[in-house]
């Protein structure tokens, strides 16, 4: 097989775009893609305004309707995913079999990794415009809440997948930090319980848009935080599901190693919070070992080697001259 050829761009503008759309130590912003089916309820059409209006600016819309099946062939999506530089797509779709469908697709290098079909209840939709009260800002981080035993499931089911996607879906930017002042609404996504005597009916999941209001408390400090429905209102039904091929998600979910901090060897932090360290030492030769020059320690002056007798030195009752010290030795 031939080796594939770089195509080198050719102004700085290309290779600015090129540059952009290389994987990146710290991931862009998530743009989001709103697309619509061949044929698309007048539901659809308010639940993607709606979202649309949550998720701005990094958000692209199309009013151009597509012959896109994303279970069967999702080439198309790839393609717009590409081509947009969107790693997250909703596809609306309706039809007899499938009413009212909302698709939420994430991408992975542009290719599709995983998918779930949500299908909007109509009886109980409120739109935006529906709830007369304020509206938050533009561009705003939400607070995002999920409630309910399914969607903390040990094992993967259709309901972790949904919170994972919503979860990325309107999560926002990443930031290191937020002022207070801006946490303006929140997002509440809650599960109903399942049900033993139906089993053929899945718990279904309930979208809750609420503003967040603080008003001062007399003789305290802490202000009170109320909550007000702003609306969209939504009501889901868990459709069909596409997870992740195993080998796609490790990739996605690899980091890289610059990203990690790097901890140092032997250090640890005890129960107590201190800073412990951990020393490691060579093998000690106690013979080179130098002790403490001590009198108690010395030689009696009554034994003396055979070795500190010097040559020329008298055997009997004479002087020893050792380094400038005299030693007398006393024969008894």
Known sequence: MLPIREIKPKNARTKRFVDNKAPQQTENPRTTLFLKYTTCSEVLHLVLNDIYALKRPLAIKFSKKNNIHPFEDPSSLEFFSEKNDASLMVFASHSKKRPHCLNLVRFFGYKVLDMIELSVIPETMRTLSQFKNEKTATGLKPLLSFSGSAFDSPTANAYTLAK?????????????????????????????????????????????????????????????????????????????????????????????????????????????????????????????????????????????????????????????????????????
């Open 164 to 332: 994972s996607v919503l979860l990325e879906l309107f999560k926002g930017p990443d930031v290191a930090e937020i002022d207070v002042e801006g946490l303006q609404y929140m997002l509440h996504f809650s599960v109903d319980e399942e049900d033993d005597s139906s089993s053929d009916s899945k718990p279904q999941i309930h979208l809750r848009s609420y503003l967040l209001k603080t008003k001062k408390v007399p003789n305290s400090n802490l202000p009170r935080v109320e909550v007000e429905e702003m609306g969209p209102r939504i009501d889901f039904r868990v459709g069909r599901i596409q997870e992740a091929d195993p080998d796609m998600m490790k990739e996605a979910m690899r980091k890289p190693k610059t990203s990690e901090a790097r901890t140092k060897k032997n250090i640890d932090t005890d129960v107590i919070g201190d800073k412990v360290g951990r020393i490691h030492l060579g093998k000690q030769d106690l013979k080179t070992l130098q002790t403490r020059k001590m009198k108690g320690l010395k030689r009696s002056r009554d034994v003396v080697d055979g070795d500190e007798t010097m040559e020329g030195a008298e055997e009997e009752g004479g002087e020893l001259e050792l380094g400038g010290e005299k030693r007398v030795r006393v024969e008894v």
